[in-house]
């Protein structure tokens, strides 16, 4: 049985074929289509959003106004210190100690993750109480320890723990305040580069070492050729966080007096007087080598996504290329006329 009204203009829509007494059939598909047709579409208001947008874009133009006619910012100081000899050899300096530190950190962070998912429980206690202690003590005060190491032990020797020794040198002659300063960021780095890598590894499903395992694949092939390429998906951005934490880090060897980048813009501003200019010298250089490890990181990401996706996105470059290539070609002014006559 079919029940069918014909409704007046604004009256509800008409129900279909019902399937019983006192069931409620629902409205009629078509009617709600047609109606649906008719309907004209609203954009959402978002009154509060546009506000607070515009209020943020006021501020940053304030900003950006201020650094433009500020005169306290000495716009024309920083002109002549920010490629100064001493600051760009400064620069070189901070890279120096960033990559040793990076990679005496992560060798060791490595070493020490491996020890941390041992079974043995001697290196599993070794490793955990390494990680605690160098995350507990602060970056600038492992500095000034290992730069007084000479103060605890006035020589280093080779020979018999506990018995005769071969050999001996003085502490001082061994470790520089350059070496110091290495093993020092280093060591730190060791402990949170360890957490980072176990984690990393963790992550990785435990069935697929378990597939490895049932094909028959050596225990060393399932790490380096099945587990490690998935971890590093995990792995590198916190990875890529601590070497640029570790970039910016390097400006606590100031204690050493290690000619670094901030320590170096001490010393100039210190002669000068000149301490903003100064200090915008080294912001800057430390925003532009964040951002080209940043693009560093993106890129590294990027080659080991390539298990998990298997068509990556397009870079920003390949993005910027694209684009210029679909732009239409300009048309010659002959063809713009009629019958391509001028």
Do not use: C
């Not at 607070?52 to 950006?64: C, H, K, P």
């Not at 870079?315 to 006329?337: E, G, K």
């Amino acid at each position: 049985m079919t029940v069918s009204t014909t409704a007046p203009p604004g009256a509800p829509a008409r129900r279909g074929p019902a399937s019983g007494p006192g069931s409620d059939p629902g409205p009629d598909p078509r009617l709600d289509l047609d109606e649906l047709a008719g309907l004209r579409t609203v954009p959402a208001r978002h009154p509060w959003r546009w506000g607070i947008g515009i209020a943020a874009l006021v501020v940053l133009v304030q900003f950006a106004h201020g650094l433009a006619t500020n005169p306290g910012w000495d716009w024309a100081t920083f002109r002549v210190y920010f490629t100064a000899d001493t600051i760009v050899q400064a620069v070189g300096r901070t890279l120096e100690l960033t990559a040793y530190g990076t990679l005496l950190g992560f060798l060791l962070g490595a070493v020490v993750a491996g020890m941390r998912l041992s079974r043995s429980a001697i290196l599993r206690s070794i490793a955990w109480a390494y990680v605690w202690v160098f995350r507990s003590i602060p970056l600038i005060v492992q500095l000034v320890f290992w730069f007084n190491l000479s103060y605890l032990y006035k020589r280093f020797g080779i020979g018999i723990p506990f018995g005769p020794t071969f050999g001996d040198v003085e502490t001082g002659g061994v470790l520089s305040a350059l070496g110091a300063a290495v093993l020092g960021l280093g060591l730190h780095q060791g402990a949170f580069a360890a957490e980072i890598i176990r984690g990393g590894i963790i992550a990785v499903d435990a069935g697929q070492r378990e597939a490895a395992a049932a094909l028959g694949i050596p225990r060393w092939r399932q790490g380096w050729r099945i587990v490690l390429p998935q971890a590093m998906r995990g792995i590198l951005p916190a990875a890529a966080n601590e070497v640029i934490s570790l970039l910016k880090g390097t400006s606590v060897v100031y204690v050493m007096a290690i000619g670094e980048l901030f320590y170096q813009a001490q010393v100039v501003y210190g002669r000068t007087g000149r301490v903003v200019p100064l200090l915008m010298v080294a912001t800057v250089w430390y925003v532009l080598l964040t951002t080209v490890l940043s693009i560093g990181q993106y890129y590294v990401e990027r080659y080991f996504a390539r298990g998990a996706q298997r068509t990556p996105p397009p870079t920003p470059l390949q993005r910027a290329r694209a684009f210029v290539r679909a732009r239409p070609a300009r048309t010659p002014a002959a063809a713009r006329t009629p019958g391509g006559r001028s």
